[in-house]
């Protein structure tokens, strides 16, 4: 089975911390991608990623940034946390080939608080 | 841009009871996929669909691409199934899903 592993299940930072929320999957997918969940608002795509060190911007990047060094490793970094970006962060990673996508394989998510 | 609209937002229903939840979607997409959030966050894709219909035990989705629309069946429904169905398109490039606001399902014994 495919695992998609986030490092925090639950994170409480200030307003103004630098903030890291890694992902790590192990099955060698080419995407990665990074979502929050809000109330009403659904999921909303943030940042994604086709290969090692590319990056795309979603529907709403404002205030992140990513890094992916690794093929396995996508992080998403909050440059100076502010209360507005508490929200659950989930990520997700796929498979891509010959023009057909993959089936997308989620994180458990990050429960992330500003305070 | 992708819209996605699910319908209904909620749903109440008796153990036992056939369960559809309809997603609609403006712009000819790749893939469909329907998915599974349980309270707690964690995500779970049920299936991935280009055409036609998929079955995997009592779920059962169906695409009508010409029409833009799927359907998500639940056969004799359970109260394990209750969580929140959420529809996503992708489109024909390597960018990422966009979702539907999700249906709520709860199913009484």
């Known amino acids: 089975d495919v695992k998609v592993t986030q490092s925090s299940r639950y994170l409480v930072k200030r307003t103004g911390e630098k903030v890291f929320l890694e992902c790590v999957q192990d099955?060698?997918?080419?995407?990665m991608f990074w979502y929050r969940q809000d109330p009403g608002l659904g999921l909303r795509l943030i940042y994604f990623?086709?290969?090692?060190?590319m990056k795309e911007k979603g529907d709403i990047p404002e205030g992140y940034s990513v890094s992916r060094e690794k093929k396995e490793r996508f992080s998403l970094i909050l440059e100076s946390a502010s209360t507005n970006q508490t929200s659950m962060y989930l990520c997700?990673?796929?498979?891509w080939g010959g023009g057909a996508p993959g089936k997308a394989f989620f994180g458990q998510g990050t429960r992330l608080t500003v305070v | 841009k992708n819209e996605v609209e699910q319908s209904p937002q909620n749903l109440t229903a008796q153990e036992g009871e056939f369960i559809t939840i309809n997603c609609s979607y403006s712009?000819?997409?790749?893939?469909l996929h329907w998915l599974q959030q349980h309270p707690g966050g964690g995500i779970v894709s049920l299936f991935m669909?280009?055409?036609g219909k998929k079955k995997h035990g009592r779920l059962i989705a169906t695409i009508n691409i010409q029409e833009k629309h799927s359907s998500l069946h639940i056969t004799a429904s359970h109260p394990r199934d209750s969580a929140v169905y959420i529809c996503?398109?992708?489109?024909?490039?390597?960018?990422?899903?966009?979702f539907g606001k999700g249906t709520h399902l709860i199913i009484h014994p």
């Open positions: 997700a990673s796929s498979l």
């Open positions: 712009v000819g997409i790749s893939a």
């Open positions: 669909l280009s055409s």
């Open positions: 996503a398109v992708r489109g024909g490039g390597a960018d990422g899903l966009t």
């Open positions: 099955m060698d997918h080419e995407n």
């Open positions: 990623s086709y290969d090692v060190k």
